[in-house]
């Protein structure tokens, strides 16, 4: 059964203050590793797809990596709008779901 | 502009009725998705459709219904027998589950479905 764990469950920074969000995942044949941003009340925003360890991903302030075991969305410099939950999901190779994890409520204070 | 539609936004329903939430993709994508979104817990699947006519479970698919009759729709029931309906519904769609190498998931805007 695939999982996803995500951590921290909430995060508040300052304005500019860099960190990182961590996703660690067990998968069988991992056929893609996704993060997506979710604002209250509303969908699930596309944000990168990660398909192999060492893979790279950036935009704008957001650069996502992924090694065999967790993956990591680092936020450099955040901005308040860069508030909202950050959601991590595995789709296996058994499977053509996704498994989502229960994301990290991130809050950037000015 | 291609994207996901869900409608109602909002729906109430009163215990023991049978509700539709609506799911339209103009992405001409070939699989669909409905996922389930309570507090506290990740986004888990109800049913997948990867081809017109054709739907399979997913983890959580006791108490809900699908029907895939046109590419561009995926209507989910919820029926009297879902226990616990209240959530926010999630609709998505990608352009190939199975072959293709683009398997990134959209979503649409949600419903939120209250039982009242």
């Known amino acids: 059964e695939d999982q996803v764990t995500q951590s921290p469950e909430a995060l508040r920074l300052q304005e500019g203050e860099s960190s990182s969000l961590n996703c660690s995942y067990t998968?069988?044949?991992?056929?893609?590793l996704f993060w997506y941003r979710q604002d209250p009340g509303k969908g699930p925003e596309f944000l990168f797809t990660l398909y192999s360890a060492g893979e790279e991903k950036e935009k704008e302030r957001l650069k996502a990596t992924l090694t065999k075991k967790e993956s990591f969305l680092h936020i450099t410099a955040p901005k308040p709008e860069d508030s909202a939950t950050y959601l991590c999901?595995?789709?296996?190779?058994?499977?053509?779901?996704?498994?989502f994890g229960k994301g990290t409520h991130l809050i950037i204070q000015p | 502009d291609g994207g996901i539609t869900q409608s109602p936004k909002y729906l109430f329903r009163k215990e023991g009725q049978n509700v539709t939430l609506s799911c339209e993709q103009n992405l001409n994508h070939d699989a669909m998705y409905w996922y389930r979104q309570d507090p506290g817990q990740g986004l888990r699947l109800i049913y997948y459709?990867?081809?017109?006519?054709?739907?399979q479970k997913g983890d959580i698919a006791e108490g809900y219904s699908v029907s895939r009759e046109k590419k561009e729709s995926f209507p989910l029931t919820v029926t009297s027998a879902q226990k616990n309906p209240t959530a926010f519904y999630l609709c998505a769609s990608s352009i190939d589950s199975e072959t293709g190498s683009y398997n990134e998931q959209f979503f649409g805007p949600g419903t939120r479905l209250t039982v009242l």
């Open positions: 459709s990867q081809i017109v006519n054709d739907f």
């Open positions: 998968v069988s044949g991992l056929r893609g």
């Open positions: 999901a595995v789709q296996g190779g058994g499977a053509d779901g996704l498994t």
